[in-house]
């Protein structure tokens, strides 16, 4: 029993650092501030990429998190509740902000149009009708999963937290994306490689 005394001490403490904060200590919400502003952050960066913008939702889960301390029951670690909330805030930034942006303007092509089409040969492009209106071909579900998928590199499991659907259903709508894209490029079949991209479903 002895080697796992610390750890219970350590609970103990920080079951009394989060009853103080519940009761509105400020000081007592500092101590739990700098104990995971850094493990916050990295779950920020490691959906975002963007340091930045990492930062700004950091403070404004901390500023949610002290406004909703009572929500906290203890029925799990405060690291497991705090994860959950910092997740479902991010997803909700970018369901508000990041989806909206996926229109097709120059920037958006341009990389699409590595991505896409690195491995089709220029011939199949010749007289055929430009990227921006093969994109349109697609419905915008089938745009979005087939931009976040191949262009901006999420998971499906990400794409369905993103998009409010499910896994099965981000796989289905990429692979009727692709096999639209194929169609419209006049293509049977595209080149198998590791990297996400364009790839036989």
Known sequence: MTPHLPN?????????????????????????????????????MRTCKDPVLAEDLSQDIFLHVWKKMASFRGQSLFRTWLYRVTINMVLLYFRKHRIGTLSLDDKTLQVAETVLLRDISPIHLDDRVSLKNMLSLLSPRHRKVLMLHDVEGYRHQDISHLLGITSGASRSQLHKARTKMRLALGVSDLHRRKEPGLKVA
Request: hydrophobic share 35%; charged share 30%.
């Open 8 to 44: 219970l001490a350590l609970k103990k403490e920080e079951s009394r650092i989060i009853r103080a904060a519940q009761r509105g200590d400020p000081d007592a919400f500092q101590c739990l501030y700098a104990r995971y502003k850094n493990y916050v952050y990295s779950l920020c």
